[in-house]
């Protein structure tokens, strides 16, 4: 049994009211809160991601309504083609409205794609998205339940992409980065994309402390791209 048969993938109807941006800390309503409670506003593009076009939904109460972010393009840029096996688990964590699982699904067909985000709004629009560009092999989930139900059934991931959310404070940064590394398999490989403003350099080195290999792989427009595994 793989992720894909326990999973339950949030449908655009079940979306709360958004928050307001994902990087602010001064309101309550911000882009790691479960159920935001603004207006919700409509927005509709097209967008290359990786070479590939895709049709793209979002609303405000989501992280980079309008497309892609800076840290998210170049983590984009910078990650290699994913190589995994076939049935291999990669996983998005923080996917938003989900250019990150996009990405990761349409060049590793044969792998089981997982977005993971908090923000309920987002994840109905990520998994609207992924119906919308008939992405197959992806699937969308709360990610206190997705790591729980992993931990619990012994899974573990093989590739991770990830722009993590550093704004919502160094220890639950740090919990939440302890969690999920703490899946990988013996071969998996973890890349992420942090601002080297917000601390990318202390950060690798405290995930160097916690017993993983760090390398950058590249860095531009003042974010470093960071290669983990164990």
Known sequence: MNYFDTVKTPTPCEQNNGSKTRYSRVVSDHYFS???DSDVKEHRFNLEIRGNE???HTQNGVFSTHGLDKGTAVLLSKVPSPQVPSGAL???LGCGWGPIT???ATEAPNAVVLGVDINERAMALAAEN???NHVKNASIDNSKNAYQRLKDSGQTIDLMWSNPPIRIGKTELHEL???WFDLLSPQG???IVVQKNLGADSLARWITKNGYTVEKIGSS????VFEISR
Do not use: H
């Open 177 to 179: 980065l302890s969690q």
């Open 102 to 104: 996009l990405a990761l």
């Open 221 to 224: 427009k003042g974010f470093r």
């Open 130 to 132: 992924i119906a919308t």
């Open 189 to 191: 490989k973890a890349f």
């Open 34 to 36: 479960s159920q935001p």
């Open 54 to 56: 895709f049709s793209i």
């Open 90 to 92: 990669a996983v998005d």
